[in-house]
């Protein structure tokens, strides 16, 4: 009994999280197609343990890999988005970004 | 009475999962979407690893759930933090579609103040 | 004041502490108890030093205090959850989101730390600092934000193990709402 | 019945995903819609019961995979900024586009044409199962890979190890020997910098579990070098681990420990019974030795491949 309800609850999940496609296709901004995957990401992980509880316990074992690295692509996203591609939003932001930032107002 | 409390956790979950996704379609702007995914789905995600822990078969299986939920929370509130800053930063690029004006533009908030720097 | 005896007893003090909590992980995974002794011994002394070199202990952890922070934390984190669903879910969709910029003077891991959770919070989300001030955005930007920042932020320096005086240093600022 | 709609679901967002990433005009997109690929691919090799496929899936696909062409893609952007050229029109032949789809239509003719020739399912579980004392281990797949089949995972292993030589052929004459990518620039005590500092020890841990649980369990060495590597791309991204110097001994020497020992098995094997077989009451020793090896050496490879060709002078 519970077994199917898990399974369904999962079915369930995953049309929900199939909702959040749309936002990926759609954008506008890089951020929401990442926050987008980064949902995806999460409800994958619920559906592991849904799976899991539905009679296969390995599946716990793939959640627990998607949640250690559940962060992994947000900071590839964000390393990518940032100077040169090796820098932090944080201290770009906090140096030499304003100064960027003045040199992109001087071209305007 | 256990499987009661685990379909009632695992929906309550599971209504979580559909309002982030629901903010994340409906919410004007990337800012407030970025709420929407943080809060609404790690409290799905919480509830639903209460309820499979409610059914799960040993302590270990419990101490592992506890693990993934820990691990997926630990996540959350760093990428939050990270595409939040990210987004604030894009924000005013052309083609990035509708944001707000980020905190530069605080002033006239009750409780925020401007940035001297800004 | 750093005299090498103490100095080494408070390292090995934060090695202990450290180990106690990426101990539980190796049976969590699935270890029995040879495994855990056979593979757990040199697994955790890698990870705990792995822990020390990627983040030399500056204070000393209170493990109790932070334990006692979870009930309330994670209680905030479904008030948080229960507010933007409401809104998400709301017909007319409630938002009237709004930035507000807020000085900290935790140590910079105390600060991430608050931030992640505030972005848990009803109608908050972080996105970093700037010039030590935390870049709060608000789902609701009448909200009152001070008070509940100078809140956290004293729990978070009493599990640091700062003395209770975190608000009182504080740059008079004028932020903030009565 | 509800097992069968929650896989019509699964793959039909698989589906959709795929032709998402082929169809947007976006490139970032089309990397998204991939990362959300891998992951459900990841949870499809769930359903079908292979577990270890699952977890290499959501290590490579979902892990690793979205930070290597998260990478790519801001290299690429820039490189086209700086020609002064729109990212949106990299210079392209006008014959590109019908080669690439003939290409594809012919991989996926293959495909299916491999698929329909496979025999009857079950196939070889029954061998697998029978022969499986004989290894001392409990999880047939590692047996497949470490014994039955070592044949594949040695060539796999220098595949890529092949594959790294030919990344680290890219670096410019200058910079031979030194370190791959840039100088990573964080702000110390910053949200990047403090999720690099408590992340890894925790890593560190699945990663070896992982590569232990094998023998028995879903697990192994690549799964754990894949975890082992993300965790230190994550330390290197945090700015708190550079890049090795290519030029260097111990990384060189660390590349080579798993292949090496692995083949100088091989042949030792040939003075006893052939080569590649392991004599049957050594077995569990020598898959143990070579796991731990080849961990080292993927966990190295790995995170390499995706940290690039060296950019920095030695």
């Not at chain 3, 004041?1 to 080494?8: A, E, I």
């Not at chain 3, 608000?167 to 600022?173: A, G, K, N, V, Y």
């Not at chain 4, 014959?95 to 079950?122: E, H, K, Q």
Request: glycine letters at 12%; charged letters at 15%.
């Amino acid at each position: 009994m519970m077994a199917a309800w898990f399974t369904g609850l999962a079915a369930l999940l995953l049309l929900t999280i199939a909702a959040a496609l749309w936002r990926i296709w759609r954008g506008p901004t890089a951020a929401d197609r990442m926050m987008a995957a980064q949902l995806i990401g999460s409800g994958g992980v619920a559906v592991t343990l849904l799976l899991a509880a539905a009679g296969q316990p390995a599946a716990r074992d793939v959640g627990l890999v998607l949640a250690l690295l559940a962060a992994f692509a947000a900071v590839g996203f964000v390393k990518a988005a940032s100077h040169r591609g090796a820098g932090d939003p944080e201290a770009d932001d906090a140096s030499d970004a304003r100064a960027g930032r003045a040199e992109g107002r001087a071209h305007d | 009475m256990i499987d009661a409390a685990s379909l009632l956790l695992s929906v309550a979950g599971l209504i979580f999962f559909l309002a982030g996704t629901v903010g994340i379609l409906r919410f004007p702007d990337t800012h407030s979407r970025l709420h929407a995914l943080t809060k609404a789905d790690n409290l799905g995600l919480g509830l639903i690893a209460l309820a499979v822990a409610l059914q799960a078969e040993s302590w270990a299986a419990i101490a592992k759930i506890v693990l993934i939920w820990a691990l997926v929370l630990l996540a959350a509130g760093t990428s939050a933090q990270l595409v939040a800053r990210v987004a604030l930063q894009q924000g005013g690029a052309p083609g990035s579609g509708r944001d707000d004006a980020g905190p530069d533009a605080v002033g006239s908030t009750p409780s925020g103040q401007r940035d001297p720097a800004g | 004041m750093t005299d090498r005896p103490g100095k080494h007893r408070a390292l090995l003090r934060s090695a202990l502490k450290r180990a106690l909590i990426l101990a539980p992980i190796l049976p969590a995974l699935g270890a029995d108890t040879r495994e855990a002794l056979l593979l757990g011994g040199p697994a955790v002394v890698a990870a705990t030093w792995l822990s020390l070199h990627l983040l030399p202990p500056q204070r000393p952890l209170r493990l109790i205090r932070f334990l006692a922070l979870l009930p309330g934390f994670l209680w905030r984190s479904l008030l948080g959850g229960v507010d933007v669903a409401w809104r998400a879910f709301h017909p007319r969709m409630p938002l009237n989101p709004g930035w507000a910029s807020v000085p900290s003077d935790l140590p910079d891991g105390g600060k991430v730390a608050l931030g992640a959770e505030f972005s848990l919070m009803p109608g908050t989300l972080v996105a970093g600092t700037r010039d030590g001030r935390l870049l709060v955005h608000m789902l609701d930007a009448d909200q009152h934000l001070e008070g509940a920042v100078r809140l956290e932020e004293a729990r978070i320096a009493r599990m640091l193990g700062q003395p209770d005086t975190a608000h009182e240093s504080l740059p008079t600022s004028g932020a903030g709402p009565s | 019945m509800i097992d069968t709609g929650f896989d019509v679901i699964l793959a039909a967002m698989i589906l959709g995903v795929a032709a998402g990433a082929v169809l947007t005009r976006g490139m970032f997109a089309a990397v998204v819609m991939f990362i959300v690929y891998g992951l459900l691919v990841a949870l499809a090799w769930l359903r079908l019961g292979a577990v270890d496929v699952g977890l290499a899936e959501a290590a490579i696909g979902a892990g690793l995979t979205g930070v290597l062409l998260l990478g790519a893609l801001g290299r690429v952007n820039r490189q086209l900024g700086e020609d002064g050229t729109p990212p949106d029109a990299p210079h392209r032949p006008a014959a590109i586009r019908p080669v690439a789809l003939l290409a594809a239509l012919a991989t996926a003719a293959a495909l299916a044409w491999g698929f329909l020739m496979l025999p009857p399912p079950d196939g070889l579980h029954a061998p697998v199962a029978q022969n499986l004392a004989a290894t001392q281990l409990g999880n047939p797949v590692t047996a497949v890979l470490l014994n039955f089949r070592a044949w594949d995972t040695l060539l796999e292993t220098i595949i890529l190890l092949a594959a790294l030589v030919g990344v680290w052929s890219l670096a410019p004459d200058a910079a031979w020997g030194g370190r791959p990518g840039l100088a990573q620039r964080t702000r110390s005590g910053g949200v990047l910098s403090s999720f690099g500092r408590l992340l890894p020890p925790v890593g560190l841990l699945v990663g070896v579990w992982l590569v232990w649980a094998g023998a028995d369990r879903p697990g192994g060495a690549f799964q754990g070098a894949t975890v082992l590597a993300a965790v230190w791309l994550l330390a290197s991204m945090a700015g708190l681990s550079d890049a090795p110097r290519v030029a260097s001994l111990w990384l060189r020497a660390a590349l080579i420990a798993g292949p090496a020992v692995f083949l100088a098995l091989a042949l030792a094997g040939l003075s006893v019974a052939g080569f590649l077989i392991v004599p049957p009451g050594a077995a569990k020793l020598v898959t143990v030795t070579v796991e731990a090896l080849l961990t080292l050496s993927l966990t190295v490879m790995l995170g390499l491949l995706v940290l690039g060709p060296p950019e920095r002078a030695a």
